[in-house]
C-alpha cells in the first residue's frame, strides 16, 4: 500500500468513525492507554490496583432471577446475545445473500509426509441485490488423502501476506498443519479480509457494505467480528458436503483479532463442535471489567471499532466498561457445552497487553454454566504459572513461553482435543 492509499483509508476510517460518535451523539472519547510500557500513559500492568466491579453473572437473568437448569440456559442464552448483540458485536442481518462455492484448484501433496488432498475455492457471494458491490470468500482446505472415514477438521482464520512483506520465521518443528495431518485430522484456513476489510473505511464493502447497499451502519449493524465469524459458517456449509470431512467434529481457531473473531463464531455458530482461541484478549475472552492491559478506550477509538457495532462506541464516550451489561465470560460461556481451549503466551515475551489473567478469570467465571451443563470448567480458579496446563476440564488453558502465537499450544491442544475428536485415521 502507498502512503496516498494508506492516508485515504485513514481519512474515510475517521470520517467513518465521527458519523457514528455524531449518530450517538457523543462529542469525543476518553484516550486508550499506550501498549508501551515505558509511555507515560502506560496501560496499567500491576495486579493491585486492578478492581472488578458490577460483574454480571451468566446464570442470573436480567430480571434478577436465577437460571436452574438447561432449559433456563436456553432463555439466558437468547438474553444474552440480544445483549452482545445491541451493544457490543452487532446484528447479524437477515437478509444476508446466499454463497456459491467454486473450486479454484485440487491437488494431492505432501505436507511433512503425509499425503494430503488439498482444495482452495472461492465463495462467490450473490450480489444481485447490489451489483456495485462484489464480494468474495478465500477458503483452503486439506485431509489426509488415505483417510478412509470422515475426519475431524480444525479451521483458522488466517492472514494473506501483502508482497514484499517479510514473514517471520516459521517455528522449529513440523506446522500445525502437519499436527493436525499426522493425528489423523484435516486442516482449513479462510482469510477473512478476502471478504471483509479490517478497517473503518472498508465498512461500505465487503459483506457489511453489501448488505448495507453502500450506506453507512446503523447503530446496532453488525462489526467486522460478525462478519468474519458470518464467513467461517459459510465455509462451514461448504465442508459439510465434502464426504471426507466429519460435519460433526470442525473446529475453528484464531490469534489476536482473529482470535476475537473465533471465539465470536464459537459463540454464536453451534455447527462449530471446539476452539482454540489465541491471545484474544479484550473484545475476546478477556474480561473488559479488568483495568489491565488493553482497555475499552483503544476498541471504540478509530482503529478498531469497526470490529464492533457503533453503539460500542458509547462505553468509551459518556459511558464505561462497568456500564456494559455483558462481559467476556458469557460470550465465553455462550459456547457450552462445546469445549474451549484459550492460549495466551508469557508475559515477558508477549506482553501484558493482552491480559492472560483477565481471559483466565473469565474462562473460571463462564465454568458454574458448563457445570450446569453436565461439563467440567477449569480445575482451578488460582492463575496457573507459565507451561501449566489446564486440560483436565471441558474449558481448557494454557500460557505458553512464546510470544504472540498459538504456535507452541498446538500440540497440547490436539492432545486435549482426543478427548472429543479421537483418532482421524
Sequence with gaps: MTPQQRDSLDKLTQADHQLMMKMLGIDSLRPGPSGNPQALNA??????????????????????????????????????????????????????????????????????????????????????????????????????????????LVKEFGWIWPAGMQRPPAPPGPSWQEQLLKEGWGFGVIIPTSYQADNGAGLRSGIIGLVNKGEPRKLDDWGTLKAWAWGASRALDHLETDPKVDK???????????????LVAMAYEPRFSIGLIGSSGAGGAKLLRRIFGEQVENLAASGEYHWFAPNFIKYAGPLNQNDLPVDAHELIALCSPRPVFISVGSPTVEGQWIDAKGMFDAAVLAGPVYELLGKKGLSTEEFPSIQTFLGEGDLAFRQHEGGHTVGPNWLYFIEWGKKYFGKGI
Design 248 to 262: 460433526s467434529k470442525i473446529g475453528v481457531e484464531g490469534l489476536s483479532r482473529y482470535g476475537k473473531a473465533a
Design 43 to 152: 496501560a496499567n500492568s500491576d495486579e493491585s490496583k486492578v478492581r472488578l466491579e458490577n460483574m454480571p453473572l451468566p446464570l442470573i437473568f436480567e430480571d434478577g432471577k436465577s437460571v436452574k437448569n438447561p432449559k433456563d440456559w436456553e432463555k439466558r442464552k437468547a438474553e444474552l446475545k440480544e445483549l452482545f448483540d445491541r451493544e457490543m458485536y452487532g446484528r447479524t442481518p437477515e437478509n444476508l445473500p446466499g454463497v456459491k462455492w467454486e473450486l479454484v484448484w485440487e491437488k494431492d501433496t505432501l505436507i511433512g509426509s503425509i499425503e494430503t488432498k488439498y482444495r482452495k475455492l472461492k465463495g462467490i457471494v450473490d450480489n444481485s441485490a447490489f451489483p456495485a458491490i462484489s464480494v468474495s470468500i478465500d477458503f483452503e482446505y486439506g485431509v489426509p488423502k488415505n483417510s478412509v472415514k470422515p475426519v475431524p
